[in-house]
């Protein structure tokens, strides 16, 4: 943020900056959802914001100057658009045996089991305590009984320990991180379509696009599409980027600390995209909310139009 005063001040000793959050966009209203959030003893006629999750639509901002008595009045507020892009995770594409809390998986080895076991319990209790289950009558059933609007064929099964983001990617430049257990014994994450199969895996299909890491009998870190795999010859970072902007095809993956560029896929989307994740005896964190870091934005420009020896899978 950049501001000016009307007229030279001498006796401004410091500014405080206020903003919050808001999805409203007309005029600042009075009472909103998120309280103003405060910086105070700012010296300088600028501040940079960092570590801000964007998950409303919008920020308001203000600031006023102060002496070393008094305060003046607060500036006109003034709104900005985040375009930040934000998801959750659809649990109920999530295998059985992870464990799906907010934006956090883990993988959990009795997850199948113990609800099996509940199913099991549950039918059996139903049958004994209801006549409609008798040997009679549990042959006809209502052509009126439907299955749920999310069946189990969206839930990924066998060894796709796999969970999808709810928003579909249909247009524009999109970012979100994940921070991951580099000892996991597999994590993938990447981008596939809705129609990928419940049995499929990661990169295992011309459907899906990821980084995969390896941990199982022979470490590796690849990245992968269509059952094709390219080595990737760098170091595992702690988190990852990911980029996708859908209308160029391009899907780029970035070690989130130094933003240097791990690999790159380009493609031609033929339908809207999710957000994906598959994880094997580990855990993962996602983060979402974020805008494009500049310095992904200066790389994209850069690479613009321009072929990368990281991209050589399509």
Known sequence: MVWRMPEEDSKIDHYVLEYRKTNHEGAPRLKEEHPWMVREGIKEMEFTLSGLRFDTQFINFRVKACNKAVAG??????????????????????????????????????GGKVQEIKVRGKENRSRTASPAHSPARSIIQS???????????????????????????????????????????????????????????LGKTNASWCLHLNNWLQVSFTAKHNNKAKVLDISVPDRVGVYCNYSEGHLAFYNAKTKQLIHSFRTKFTQPVLPAFMVWCGSFIVQTGLQVPNAVKSLQKRN?????????LT
Request: no cysteine; net charge negative.
């Open 73 to 110: 009045e607060f500036s006109e507020t003034v709104t900005l658009e985040t375009n930040a892009f934000n998801f959750s995770l659809d649990a109920s594409t999530a295998h059985q045996n992870l464990k799906v809390e907010d934006l956090k998986v883990e993988w959990d080895a009795s």
């Open 143 to 201: 052509p009126k009984r439907m299955p749920s609007a999310r069946s189990s064929r969206d839930r990924f099964t066998a060894e796709s320990y796999t969970v999808l983001g709810d928003t579909l990617i249909d247009g524009g430049q999109h970012y979100w991180e994940v921070v991951f257990e580099k000892d996991s014994k597999a994590f993938l994450v990447g981008v596939a379509y809705r129609t990928l199969g419940k049995f499929d895996q």
């Open 304 to 312: 613009s139009g321009t072929s990368s020896s990281n991209a050589s």
